[in-house]
């Protein structure tokens, strides 16, 4: 049961970040790619196996081991999106400053 709310929540994201993506305003989005980052975290994790109460380094006493590849991925991942997101909301402002509105192709409603 656990592992259907996780998938369906994974799949939320994901649809909401591609849904956002493709508005016509700058916000929705920057939102969009933050909601699709925050899906490759979760899936990264899901499909990593995480492992409670075990070392991530193999002992000889300790029964087994947790693998701290996804952890480190999930780290990377919010270091990027954290960075593409600035970068991202920085590229809009200096639009909108130039162009006078916040279309991502620059062309207003009217």
């Known amino acids: 049961m656990m592992e259907a709310l996780v998938a369906l929540v994974i799949?939320?994201?994901?649809a909401c970040g591609v849904y956002l993506t493709l508005r016509a305003r700058t916000f929705p989005v920057v939102?969009?790619?933050t909601f699709l980052s925050y899906a490759v975290n979760l899936f990264l994790f899901t499909m990593g196996r995480l492992t409670i109460g075990r070392p991530p380094i193999i002992h000889g006493t300790a029964a087994g081991?947790?693998?701290p590849l996804p952890q480190?991925?999930?780290l990377t991942a919010i270091v990027i999106s954290f960075a593409m997101t600035a970068?991202?909301?920085m590229l809009s402002l200096k639009a909108r400053e130039e162009l006078g509105n916040d279309h991502?192709?620059?062309k207003d409603d009217a």
Do not use: E, N
């Not at 799949?11 to 994901?14: K, P, Q, R, Y």
């Open 65 to 67: 081991y947790a693998d």
């Open 72 to 74: 480190a991925l999930v």
């Open 11 to 14: 799949g939320v994201l994901t």
């Open 104 to 106: 991502v192709d620059g």
């Open 31 to 33: 939102l969009g790619l």
């Open 87 to 89: 970068f991202v909301i």
